[in-house]
């Protein structure tokens, strides 16, 4: 990510403001305010507004339950409970606003996410800027096997080279064409006077995949925690779990309780079916059971052997 | 409304805080931030959080129609264009959150509006306020002959006393016999040692609908709008009405140019249909028309007099 | 619950139609259709309408994996896959309505769930129905001492006489003061010729909680799913778990693989923390393991040992 | 639009199932229930699934204003009520599930509104279809002059040849690279042997948004005229209202009393701000006004006086 000189201008002074306030404020999330943190090659992801923290969590849940709270005696006592039990209009008090940059075919995947606000910059009326999205060769894998969704092993040497080459060169040309047919270059100069280019809402129709676009997204809080704990996990898209683990840090530094219970309860926890309690319960209690007799498929088997780190042959 | 002396003191509190905060802040709201607005015999609005001002409906805009927008010179000029062309996403980046005090008859009618966020006080866990909405004479209003769902004249003496004997009778009669059958005063004090007392979650049901409730509601610029136009309108029910016309002050406060917009193209502004539209058209000619030619019925007649302040006889 | 003459007729008229559609059709609900299901005293539920069955799922599942899905064989399979990885979008491609009839305080807890289609019969337009919910001598449970939002033993001999006494006759004597004050009776009829009745919309804050309402709801499978998971469970208030049980079986009716998924995967299973794990972890290898060195506080122990079925003695 | 043999075939059989219901069945709709209606050069809409009908709003609002709806004799007088004043709860009463083919840049628009429930072919999981959009040369336009949404004058000779040869060059050979980079063929055959394929998550990312997808879009009836309102209104693009122009068709054989009030009230209708009013008041009294005088911007002058079909000269 390459901000221009403006952009950079534009964030300093966005930083430098010292407004006062009664709200409640976050002060590590105040810290980064406004600052583009760079995500893949020239992605990037800015939290640019929020709106309470986790004593809001706390306050809407006493408001809920009343004299019935106090009990609870302490506020981290308090999220915890609420997230164990699934409690969710409490973490909806917290709103956060986000502006991110990232690549067309990640976007398709995060606007699945309904239950968030989202302008985007509008290809309608503007020219997109003249950025795609190249993986690192670290990131070039092969598509797996065995996982109709997943990748496999890194693709290596010359054939590696070839997939480079073929992106860059397609969304290069791609983009050129994009401007030819406009008749204007991204910088907005015209490529021959007296000439009527394209409309912008057709031409941009030829433009690859991997071009970025940008918005502002904001959501509550219950409703990132729902984006993260998808995106965020090991089966995402390499692509989306870049934005995802970046956002994570930010969810940390505006809510550090909830964030604790979150990936106690939800990231790092795990689900078992009710025949799968029953696997459990017998191997408790120290008795030999196996995929024949377990009632599970193989598939169930191998997940809830995977979520218990057991080793499917000592058992 | 009677606040108790510790919530007066709560707020004093709350309003004291001086924080610095990156974020933009609308100084006449923070004026009145936690301040508790009083709505009817008993009830409140108290805004208690916010995000974002006029401002950020313009950022948004402008970063979705990118260079595009550069033309509208001022904010005020595209937040008229957006409120015009119905343009929505960027009124949903600001947020607001209420603490409101509401007879439950109301509350029944407010949650209907989906796309907000609420914790409500919970009457499973705690024990209801004892408090009950009683109207003024001046809103003890007869069933209107014509509007199934209006007010007519307001009853008068004998009537009108007897009407709010029963309700100040029943309410009273039907709190005690709750705290009766919980064996706690509301103050929660036990009534009776050595003794159960009835469930919560079981003997709220003999509460009327007139018992206040309270809840925090959180919601977007756009979706507070929505429900303003309905029930600060002239057709929504009083009690409803006296809420939202307070939470129209607030509006005013927290983003007064959206607040002008939604003024002149919602509030004051009128719909006219297809047929309507060749009525106006054949008006503004000079032409003579009447219902029996005009393809409406008598009551979309009416509606389209009435909009436009037109009197039917000079026609 | 009874219904009149009139409801009767036109439901046995309703279920003698015999429509011909191109649709798919879900055989054993379509026997119930239009039934009322008594529930509670005076309550019911009724399926009235429905849209797509297991094979919309499956159907919606292979448009979006494609050739993708074609290795699992079978659609209980598939079906079963996407419940254990929470995948929501195919379950949402089933619809369904029900008309219920239930007392306005469960009412209130039941238009929580936001993704819903309501229709409520309108208390502003129209006179409500004379009746009350009144429990069984089997629910009059005393308040929980250990759980605030729970219930206790059952109330016995004077004390259940007196709650239901009371309940009984302030719901009387609350909807006599609603007839009264409307100067018009439940069947419609005027009181007292010549008078005003007091407006409806105001008259109705007089009845107590226990009255019954009514309503069309509207929603898809999987948020009929995620509302069956929180009211069918035990932790659920009984009289709202009473109407989800009912609808469990419609469920069943309808979408018969579905609902061997949300049995096993949902309602039957159970979650586990992070920390969870590890003491699962450590039970299975035999090891010792007390609350003290678990990381866990009493009350999250307890709800994993209870999960479990684990006796805390033994371990 | 192509169909494949074997999809002709199996829509074949769909349309010669013969079930028979107890619902309501819409006699038109059934006429064309699963039929691919052709839009634009590969795309097509098909009606698969629907529930309810124009009956069905009767039923709901009949259920919420109960007594109260008794004098509106007609249902269709009913319906045209509800529209008028936006009542939007009975209109949503009704659900329709399409399967839809159209271009990526046109998805993208599309999903924006976001109260439906969609699955999408994941490219993911699967190859995407070897089909692109080209514009017929009469949707060739060039980027309005004044508008910087719309479109302007064609294209033509030359430069529109110009024009559809870099659209289709590019869309062919990013197609073709993205074979070459998957090792897979459209057809599914594999091109090198013995050779491992990029993973299809990132090879997608090499194509053009004028690919085609596909995906089942379902709705009920309030969103989907919301969605109708805006996408068949002439500032629409063109490409997607080529798909709401079908799909009005469709809502015309499905609730057409539904139809008609929503082509008088929405589609046909127009909006008058409080400002405007006050204009056409003076109008219609003969008065002589002006621009200057007016109150309006010269933007809202203009598009008052063509709502209304007004020649400005001759105010």
Redesign the interface.
């Known amino acids: 990510m390459k901000l221009t000189k403006e952009q950079e201008q534009e964030i300093k002074e ?2 430098s ?9 976050a002060p590590e999330l ?1 810290k980064i ?2 600052e583009a943190i760079p995500i893949l090659d020239h992605g990037f992801v800015r939290v640019i ?4 923290d986790d004593t ?1 969590v706390v ?3 006493r ?7 106090k ?1 609870v005696s302490t506020d981290a ?1 308090l999220i ?2 609420l997230m ?1 039990h699934w409690h969710s ?2 973490f ?2 917290c ?1 956060i ?1 986000y ?1 991110i940059k990232l ?3 990640i ?2 995947q995060w ?2 996410h ?2 968030a ?6 290809a ?4 997109l800027d003249k950025e795609f ?1 190249l ?1 690192t060769s670290d ?6 096997k065995i996982n ?6 890194v ?1 290596k040497g010359e ?1 590696a080279k070839k ?1 480079l080459d ?2 860059k060169e ?2 290069e ?2 983009y050129k ?1 994009y401007e ?3 008749n204007e270059r991204y910088d ?1 100069s015209t490529i021959e006077e007296n ?8 031409a ?7 071009t970025y676009t ?3 997204w ?1 959501t ?1 809080l219950l409703n990132l925690m729902n984006f993260l704990r998808l995106r965020a996990d090991s089966h995402a ?1 390499y692509e989306i779990r870049a934005y995802a683990e970046a956002m994570l840090e930010t969810l940390k530094k505006w809510v550090p309780i909830t964030y604790e219970a979150f ?3 939800r ?11 029953l696997i ?2 017998k ?2 209690k ?1 008795e030999k059971i196996q995929l024949e007799d377990s009632g599970l ?1 193989k ?2 088997w191998n ?1 809830l052997m995977q ?4 080793n499917d042959k000592s058992i």
């Open positions: 966005l930083q403001q010292k407004n006062t306030t009664k709200r409640v404020v105040e305010l406004y507004d929020y709106m309470g809001s306050q809407a849940a408001v809920s339950y009343g004299k019935g709270t009990k006592g915890k409970y164990r209009t409490p909806e008090m709103e606003k502006h690549p067309i075919f976007a398709r606007i699945r309904r239950t606000n989202v302008n985007e910059y509008s309608r009326y503007s020219i999205y993986p990131n070039l894998a092969a598509q797996s109709r969704q997943g990748r496999g092993e693709l054939q997939v073929l992106l397609d969304a040309r791609t064409n030819e047919m406009l907005g000439k009527a280019g394209l409309a912008r809402e057709l941009r129709m030829n433009l690859t995949l991997n940008q918005w502002y904001k509550d898209q990936m106690d309860y990231v790092g926890g795990t689900e078992v079916s009710a025949k799968g309690k459990i319960q191997l408790i120290g498929s598939r169930e997940e979520a218990f780190d057991l």
